[in-house]
Structure formats: structure tokens, C-alpha cells
């Protein structure tokens, strides 16, 4: 990973499908904090996620997903490989903010993506999905510190780019 983490965006599922589908808001803000020296990264689930959306997802979103899968060296988005143990705390701190019914059963994916960023260092995680989103930003920290872990915050690409324009 790159050196600082203050230079680190771990991006969701949401963001890789709309760079697929060519939204210029998704584009724009991956060339802009590229271009600042930012490190884009794809965690272990959020590529799961995409590769599963690769094969079963109705089109056009399978179409999508595949070419985001097949795009990510090119966009210059890293994965972020875990350890097990890294995988399992990840998986832990889910369980956590499904418990303090943060984020929706259903949505446990997020919650590990959450905690596979935190366990990378990455303080952003660049997503469009409004229950990551919606989340109480001092529940969740609550949350980060209980597990003791490093706090990330949601935050979606286009109030990012506003903010460095």
C-alpha cells in the first residue's frame, strides 16, 4: 500500500460499477485524486461483491461489474489483501454494527468492507450507499473505538471532489 495513510481511499463496490458505466462524476474524481497522489484500493469484499455481480447480477449490471473487474489495473486501483486474522476481525467488527442495528442485517457486506478498510489503515471509505452513508458518524466511531480499531469515515466521491475543488 502507499506509504501515508492520509493518501489512501479504500472505494466501494458502487463507485468501481459507476466508473464502469462512465458516470463523470466517478471518473472525474478518480483522475482528480490520482492525480493528487492518492492510493485508490479494493478490499478483499468489495471484490467479492464485484465478481459476484461479474456472474450472477442481471444485465446490465453483470456487464458492468465484469469490466470494472477487468478495468482495475488500468483505473489504478490496487487490492488491499488481508491475512486471515485481519478477514476475521473485519468480519467481527460487521457483526458489531449489525448488532447495534447501525447498518441492516442484510447489509453485513458493507459492515465488512468497513472493517476490512479500518484493518488496512484506510481512513476513507469512497461509497454511494446511502446505509453506509446514513450512518451516525459518532455511533459509529463508538463502534471503531470499542473494537479497537481505526476509525473510517464514509464519504461519497462527489462531496470528495467538491471539497479538493
Same mark, same amino acid.
Not at 463508538?142 to 481505526?150: M, R, T, Y
Given at each position: 500500500?502507499?506509504?501515508?495513510?492520509? !493518501?489512501?481511499?479504500?472505494? %466501494? @463496490?458502487?463507485?468501481?460499477?459507476?466508473?464502469?458505466?462512465?458516470?463523470?462524476? /466517478?471518473?472525474?474524481?478518480?483522475?482528480?485524486?490520482?492525480?493528487?497522489?492518492?492510493?485508490?484500493?479494493?478490499?478483499?469484499?468489495?471484490?467479492?461483491?464485484? +465478481?459476484?455481480?461479474?456472474?450472477?447480477? $442481471?444485465? &446490465?449490471?453483470?456487464?458492468?461489474?465484469?469490466?470494472?473487474?477487468?478495468?482495475?489495473?488500468?483505473?489504478?486501483?490496487? &487490492?488491499? =489483501?488481508?491475512?486471515?486474522? +485481519?478477514? /476475521?476481525?473485519?468480519?467481527?467488527?460487521?457483526?458489531?454494527?449489525?448488532?447495534?442495528?447501525?447498518? &441492516?442485517?442484510?447489509?453485513? +457486506? %458493507?459492515?465488512?468492507?468497513?472493517?476490512?478498510?479500518?484493518?488496512?489503515?484506510?481512513?476513507?471509505?469512497?461509497?454511494? %450507499? !446511502? #446505509?453506509?452513508?446514513?450512518?451516525?458518524?459518532? $455511533?459509529?466511531?463508538?463502534?471503531?473505538?470499542? $473494537?479497537?480499531?481505526?476509525?473510517?469515515? =464514509?464519504? #461519497?466521491?462527489?462531496?470528495?471532489?467538491?471539497? @479538493?475543488?
Amino acid at each position: 500500500m502507499a506509504a501515508s495513510p492520509k !493518501k489512501q481511499l479504500a472505494l %466501494d @463496490v458502487n463507485v468501481l460499477l459507476d466508473l464502469a458505466e462512465g458516470w463523470d462524476f /466517478a471518473q472525474d474524481f478518480r483522475e482528480e485524486f490520482l492525480r493528487r497522489g492518492y492510493g485508490l484500493f479494493v478490499t478483499p469484499t468489495a471484490a467479492g461483491e464485484l +465478481n459476484i455481480l461479474s456472474l450472477y447480477a $442481471a444485465k &446490465p449490471t453483470r456487464s458492468f461489474a465484469l469490466q470494472a473487474l477487468q478495468e482495475l489495473r488500468r483505473w489504478e486501483i490496487q &487490492p488491499c =489483501p488481508l491475512s486471515d486474522l +485481519n478477514l /476475521a476481525i473485519a468480519e467481527r467488527f460487521s457483526r458489531r454494527l449489525v448488532e447495534r442495528r447501525l447498518i &441492516p442485517e442484510e447489509e453485513w +457486506n %458493507d459492515g465488512r468492507i468497513l472493517g476490512e478498510t479500518s484493518v488496512s489503515g484506510v481512513p476513507l471509505l469512497v461509497t454511494s %450507499d !446511502k #446505509h453506509l452513508l446514513d450512518i451516525d458518524d459518532d $455511533a459509529l466511531l463508538l463502534v471503531f473505538n470499542e $473494537a479497537d480499531l481505526p476509525p473510517v469515515r =464514509p464519504a #461519497h466521491p462527489k462531496r470528495l471532489l467538491r471539497a @479538493v475543488r
